[in-house]
T-cell receptor
Framework: EAGVAQSPRYKIIEKRQSVAFWCNPI?????LYWYQQILGQGPKLLIQ????????DSQLPKDRFSAERLKGVDSTLKIQPAKLEDSAVYLC??????????FGPGTRLTVT | GQQLNQSPQSMFIQEGEDVSMNCTSS?????WLWYKQDPGEGPVLLIA?????ELTSNGRLTAQFGITRKDSFLNISASIPSDVGIYFC??????????FGAGTILRVKS
């Protein structure tokens, strides 16, 4: 069974630029999550989708971050414009019944 | 918001030794999960605990869901070099939301 796929794996941009990350969850997993992991910390939930609907986006900085999951499968997370403090690893995870989340390899973003 | 306190923050042990780490919170959780993260990779699920008092093993790993539902423990027996990494505990609230600890960095001296 293929795992959670993410791309790109690495991205370097200048502040005020925009960037997008893509995630394809494990086949059949209805729930998809985006996390932000700052160096030295545990992952922090940004947004949770159930199929193509948003369940929880309470910690998403909506003035600059947006995410969509139009067909209930893959998802895109966008940052526009990026700030220096957005430098982090962005992790995508998916789950079948909600209890056990499986993570992708992440995208390491560096904002200069 | 909810916070999980993981300890120790890091440990450097001899190959073959047993390892213990724990996670505590002021909040009650429905589920406890333990993940391991290698450099440049995403967290990998090791063990999931669903009931207070539950003790679950996965090979050399054993984890327990505390009776108060506010803590969990992870033990690794006979550590080997590939056990190196960062171990995260995560508590699950309603709505399947996970809250992560800051991690325990494990280094093994061969």
């Amino acid at each position: 069974e293929a795992g959670v796929a993410q791309s790109p794996r690495y991205k370097i941009i200048e502040k005020r630029q925009s960037v997008a990350f893509w995630c394809n969850p494990i086949s059949g997993h209805a729930t998809l999550y985006w996390y932000q992991q700052i160096l030295g910390q545990g992952p922090k939930l940004l947004i949770q989708f159930q199929n193509n609907g948003v369940v929880d986006d309470s910690q998403l900085p909506k003035d600059r971050f947006s995410a969509e999951r139009l067909k209930g499968v893959d998802s895109t997370l966008k940052i526009q414009p990026a700030k220096l403090e957005d430098s982090a690893v962005y992790l995508c995870a998916s789950s079948l019944a909600g209890f056990e989340q499986y993570f992708g390899p992440g995208t390491r973003l560096t904002v200069t | 918001g909810q916070q999980l306190n993981q300890s120790p923050q890091s440990m450097f042990i001899q190959e073959g030794e047993d390892v213990s780490m724990n996670c505590t919170s002021s909040s009650i959780f429905n589920t406890w999960l333990w993940y391991k993260q290698d450099p440049g990779e995403g967290p990998v699920l090791l063990i999931a605990l669903y009931k207070a008092g539950e003790l679950t093993s996965n090979g050399r790993l054993t984890a327990q869901f505390g009776i108060t539902r506010k803590d969990s423990f992870l033990n690794i027996s006979a550590s080997i070099p590939s056990d190196v990494g960062i171990y995260f505990c995560a508590g699950q609230l309603g709505g399947n939301k996970l809250v992560f600890g800051a991690g325990t960095i494990l280094r093994v001296k061969s």
